[in-house]
């Protein structure tokens, strides 16, 4: 069978991190091609590079596409070629219809006048390719997210594709909606039009798949022939996660105390839809000294969880106790959590941690103005101080503390953000992807300041994606999924029993298989 | 170099070595190049006006004109740093004044209490608008859009399509009023040129005090060539403008007003934590509240504040005119928020400084003035104005994209 895609050493680099490195990957035409790898191993980046998202230039390597090279300068060059990604989340407008949606930007028009009765017919039809028995004038908001999904490839089909890209389409699907997704993709097939499918769920991947890419890294490990052998899911599993421990981690002698905080029966409902349940009744203890690993994949609800927990800045309906010592605490807004020793270290720095305009001083004593000012007014001495301090302490590479954040690395921007939390003096500091987007240097230094609040004697809740580091650095890691956590694991240094990358995947597939099971 | 190596060392603004006098003033040209703006501009106009623009009585003139607007940019300043605007302002400027002509004229009401009164009044509605801003989330935009047509009806209501006056003697004195003197020097205000000098040493000696307090920490930036040569233009003009003011008929009350105004506005934003929170909310409201900022509450109580503000406002400028008229405070909130924004301030919210609002109203204030002396029509003027806005702010963009 001809290659309809070879990608050809492509490494992509961030100021920072090298997202890419060498990954060459083929698409025979007419195949199911399955992209898999853990959070950040590097699908998405490198579906950019190919949809032109990552304009030529902007990376090493060639894509040859039906036969000669392509340097897309942008996604309508990629698109115009038929080669059509559709994103995990979906880019529709809510408010328009199902034929306005599929026919946006490449209208049915003559003139600048929209023909209507064209628009509807070819969109009926390709509803019906699709398998979406709903009127083309249907708003998209009034369809459920499967239904929406097939909005979205139905768009693909109304131009002209050769190459579908699908970023994890079924993650928010349910099981129905999955089957009949993965059904239209083989008979795609059959039709002559091939696919890449990024996906987490390796079960719905070795029953359409025909070949199995193994990304890690941003490099790939390996690729599988599912038509040569059976591939089992524990092989991909290897593939995925097989990557020694080495000393990426600082080294640390645990001394942990009795329970400091303690979550009981917590649960929360979706902040839009009240209906939704996303955390379901969690529960964790965090000892004094101790850090806690959360794991999960993306969308788990790992985040949900803290942010309720930290003045319920996230989801409504929140109930659960939160126990500090033994003692009840009140969490109900961000200052009585921080009041009573909490301390939340958001996964997006840029949107939710920093004011990015403002000088590095401004930042490290935003959430503890009030220890620097006496009736209100501020103390710029004590300001600077403190400002001084910590940029030694943490080492925060700047010109100076009046420097603005928005010009610093992703590395010295979170140790901007940690600085702030940790001049509230809080008990319990929870870090939710505290080195995401950061170089492996600055990834040291980052888990050297983490190890010194355990010894401190705080306690740490470590929310990662990366499993190596939730392994490298905690004392037990609880495994979340799907608004539940489903297991607990003794950290990494207990050899027998303790957590290894296998055994938290494992946990993780095994629950949604159930899931699945009871949901049938 | 590659890219890797490159990644923790800071990107801009990190040459080790200081920055000559040129580089600083270039890397700072936004701050600076307003007071130039503003010095260029008033040169412009003395030369082409003949030397009528700073002629003393001008110069208060100049300063009773702008007053009003002055104040409501202060307001205003926090409210768009906050991430908001306030139509409205120009609206409930009239409202207020109508309200004290109809309790001091119609009902002979003592001054001191309708002042208080209408300052309570404009904090009421201010908060009014606020509340649902801050707590419901209504666009400002609309809420405030919506104010001022309320308010504007609401005036013409009160005064019932009219004007009412004249103000007793002692409200008229707010605008219309000097400070007294205790040398009686003939023909020259002792006092108040002595004020504006021991004003203007407090200033530059402040500056010296937090250059020190700087230079403790390592953190001076600002080359010692344009700090002094900044302190020195202040003095000069502080002194200056002192000196002509003084030979004509002093310190106007309201030049008092509004300087201690600037001075408590300037602190709160610069010295205070509920100033910096309100920057913060500007900056970034969701990191702000998840360091704890209060952020609902921070912008109820900057809308509540404009609105007193706006009051004053009216006040002043109902005490100047001597009579409340229904078209009193027409089209003020377009140069309220024009001032804000030729000083620097930016529509995203998060940054913007006081000083640099105070100079904007200037700006504005003495192309006016400079511009009917010139003996321009209202219409040339209105395109002039205009066209300064957009390049202030188009200036802005083009500075801020260049530094990223």
Redesign the interface.
């Known amino acids: 069978m001809p290659n309809l895609l070879e990608m050809r050493g492509i490494t992509k680099?961030f100021?920072?991190v090298?997202a890419l490195s060498d990954v060459s990957l083929t698409v025979r035409s007419g195949e199911i091609h399955a992209l898999v790898g853990e959070n950040g191993a590097g699908k998405s980046t490198l579906m950019k590079v190919l949809s032109g998202v990552y304009p030529h230039g902007s990376y090493q390597g060639e894509i040859w596409f039906k036969g000669a090279e392509r340097r897309f300068r942008g996604i309508s060059d990629s698109e115009e070629l038929g080669l059509i990604i559709i994103h995990q989340e979906l880019a529709l407008a809510p408010l328009l219809s199902i034929a306005e949606n599929i026919f946006l930007g490449n209208e049915v028009a003559r003139g600048g006048v929209i023909d209507w009765a064209e628009t509807f017919s070819r969109t009926g039809a390709l509803l019906k390719k699709v398998g979406l028995n709903e009127h083309p004038g249907t708003p998209v908001e009034k369809l459920g997210v499967g239904k929406q999904q097939l909005v979205e490839i139905a768009k693909a089909l109304s131009k002209k594709v050769e190459l579908l890209i699908l970023d994890e389409p079924t993650s928010s699907l349910n099981e129905n909606d999955s089957a009949a997704l993965l059904d239209l993709l083989l008979a795609f097939k059959a039709q002559g039009i091939a696919s890449i499918l990024i996906s987490h769920k390796l079960n719905e991947v070795s029953r359409v798949a025909d070949r199995i890419t193994v990304l890690r890294d941003g490099a790939v490990v390996s690729t599988l022939d599912c038509g040569a052998e059976k591939i089992s899911e524990g092989r991909i599993i290897r593939d995925m996660v097989g990557r020694p421990l080495d000393d990426r981690y600082p080294p640390r002698a645990p001394n942990i105390g009795d329970v400091l905080f303690e979550v009981r029966d917590w649960n929360v409902h979706h902040p839009d839809h009240a209906d939704v349940v996303q955390i379901k009744g969690a529960a964790f203890t965090v000892r004094k000294g101790e850090i806690v690993g959360i794991a999960g994949l993306m969308g788990a609800g790992r985040t949900e969880l803290a942010m309720s927990i930290?003045?319920r800045?996230h989801g409504q309906k929140i109930t659960g106790t939160a126990t500090m010592r033994g003692k009840p605490i009140d969490v109900s807004t961000?200052?009585r959590a921080?009041k009573a020793g909490l301390a939340?270290v958001?996964e997006d720095r840029k949107?939710?941690?920093?004011?990015?305009?403002?000088p590095i001083k401004?930042n490290i004593?935003?959430?503890s103005?009030?220890t620097i000012?006496t009736g209100?007014?501020?103390d710029?001495?004590r300001e600077?101080?403190i400002a001084?301090d910590y940029r030694a302490r943490v080492a925060i590479?700047?010109?100076?503390?009046?420097?603005e954040v928005?010009?610093?690395?992703g590395?010295?921007q979170q140790k901007v953000v940690l600085a702030?939390w940790l001049n509230t003096s809080p008990e319990i500091l929870i870090l939710d992807e505290p080195t995401r987007g950061i170089?492996v240097?600055?990834k040291y230094e980052i888990y050297a300041i983490i190890n010194g609040l355990a010894e401190a004697g705080k306690g740490v809740v470590m929310i990662s994606s990366e499993m190596p580091e939730l392994l490298g650095m905690c004392d037990r890691i609880y495994v979340m999924n799907e608004g539940r956590i489903v297991g607990e694991l003794p950290g990494a240094r207990d050899a027998q029993d303790g957590a290894t990358q296998e055994k938290i995947m494992r946990m993780i597939i095994q629950t949604k298989e159930n899931a699945h099971d009871a949901g049938r | 170099m590659t890219?890797?190596a490159?990644?923790?060392?800071?990107?801009?603004?990190?040459?080790?070595a200081p920055l000559g006098a040129l580089g600083y003033f270039k890397k700072n040209l936004r701050d600076y190049g307003m007071l130039l703006a503003l010095v260029l501009i008033m040169a412009f106009f003395q030369l082409q006006t003949g030397g009528i623009l700073l002629k003393p009585v001008n110069l208060t003139n100049l300063v009773l004109q702008n007053s009003y607007i002055i104040i409501m940019a202060l307001g205003m300043l926090l409210v768009i740093v906050a991430g908001h605007i306030d139509l409205s302002v120009g609206s409930v400027c009239g409202f207020v004044g109508a309200l004290a002509a109809v309790m001091m004229v119609q009902w002979g009401w003592p001054t001191p209490v309708v002042v208080v009164i209408c300052l309570a009044a404009g904090a009421l509605i201010g908060a009014a608008q606020g509340f649902w801003i801050a707590y419901y989330r209504i666009p400002s935009f609309i809420v405030t859009l919506a104010g001022m047509l309320v308010f504007k009806g609401l005036t013409l209501w009160l005064l019932d399509g009219k004007s009412v006056g004249p103000f007793p003697k002692g409200f008229q004195a707010l605008s219309s009023g000097f400070i007294p003197d205790v040398f009686g020097m003939q023909g020259f205000h002792l006092t108040s040129f002595l004020l504006a000098a021991v004003t203007a040493l407090l200033i530059v000696l402040a500056a010296v005090r937090a250059r020190a307090?700087q230079a403790?920490?390592g953190?001076v930036?600002e080359p010692a060539s344009v700090f002094w040569g900044r302190n020195a233009v202040i003095l000069v003009a502080f002194v200056y403008i002192g000196w002509l003011l003084a030979s004509y008929r002093g310190l106007p009350n309201v030049l008092m007003v509004m300087a201690a105004l600037i001075v408590l506005f300037t602190f709160v934003t610069t010295?205070?934590?509920?100033g910096?929170?309100i920057?913060?909310v500007g900056?970034?409201e969701?990191?702000?509240?998840?360091?704890?900022?209060?952020t609902e509450r921070l912008v109820f109580l900057t809308f509540a504040n404009m609105g007193m503000l706006a009051a004053l406002a009216g006040l002043i400028f109902a005490a100047r005119l001597n009579t409340a008229t229904p078209k009193a405070g027409l089209g003020f909130e377009l140069d309220v928020i024009a001032a804000v924004f030729i000083g620097g301030a930016s529509m995203q919210g998060?940054?913007g400084k006081i000083t640099g609002a105070v100079i904007g109203g200037f700006l504005m204030g003495v192309m006016n003035n400079g511009m009917s002396i010139l003996g321009i029509g209202i219409d040339y003027q209105q395109v002039i104005k205009g066209l300064v806005l957009l390049a202030a702010v188009i200036f802005d963009v083009y500075n801020r994209r260049k530094a990223?």
């Open positions: 680099t100021p920072g090298k930290f003045g800045s961000v200052g921080m939340y958001t949107t939710l941690g920093l004011v990015l305009d403002d401004h004593s935003l959430a103005l009030e000012s209100g007014v501020l710029d001495a600077t101080r001084h590479r700047c010109s100076g503390i009046l420097q928005v010009n610093l690395s590395g010295n702030k170089d240097g600055a | 890219q890797a490159d990644i923790d060392r800071p990107r801009a603004g990190a040459a080790p307090a403790r920490f953190l930036e010295r205070t934590v509920i910096r929170r920057y913060a900056g970034n969701k990191a702000a509240k998840l360091s704890g900022v209060k998060g940054v990223s």
